[in-house]
């Protein structure tokens, strides 16, 4: 139950994370197709995680950091282009979060180090904290799910432009973090 709650408090606390799910979210329309892009980005994370903590994967955390944000930038650009403007991403958003998964993958594999695993229970801490992140995952999905809803039925929706709001937000930190990470992967080498 610890690793399951760590996962939990690992996505819930992890802002890119959670920008990067939100604009998977605002980037696929229907909900089938949603359903595909967020279990192509679990399985892309869950592989990565499972490698990088069994010891296959080895890495310069710094710059899979600023590949993480990178990614996050990447689907802000793709949510400014508009619905209209079809490119891979909005084509495949699938394919893009599988890929994306696999670095972020690696960033929970870095939090899970940190903490240590019992040298017992590997696969068993591995697979409760991979749920754990799932859990906290899905519950921000139905959350920023259900405001979408009640969202909708406000008299706010209409009004112009707020519905770039979270686009820029994404977009600004995401940018934010680029520079950031960027700086301290160069400041690594």
Do not use: K
């Amino acid at each position: 139950w610890d690793y399951t709650r760590l996962g939990v408090e690992h996505i819930l606390g992890g802002i890119d994370h959670l920008l990067f799910v939100l604009g998977l979210l605002l980037l696929v329309p229907d909900l089938r197709r949603l359903v595909w892009t967020i279990t192509a980005f679990t399985a892309g994370h869950s592989v990565t995680l499972a490698l990088a903590t069994l010891g296959f994967l080895r890495y310069p955390v710094d710059f899979i950091e600023f590949l993480i944000a990178a990614s996050i930038f990447v689907i802000a650009v793709e949510l400014a282009r508009g619905a209209d403007e079809r490119h891979w991403l909005r084509r495949r958003p699938w394919a893009a979060a599988g890929l994306f998964g696999l670095l972020h993958g690696m960033g929970f594999a870095g939090a899970l180090r940190e903490v240590g695993l019992p040298a017992h229970e590997i696969p068993l801490a591995l697979l409760t904290f991979n749920i754990g992140i799932e859990v906290g995952q899905l519950l921000f999905v139905a959350l920023v799910l259900g405001f979408t809803a009640l969202w909708r039925g406000s008299r706010f929706a209409a009004t112009p432009g707020v519905a770039w709001v979270p686009v820029y937000v994404i977009g600004v930190l995401s940018a934010y973090w680029c520079i950031e990470r960027g700086l301290a992967t160069l400041a690594a080498i």
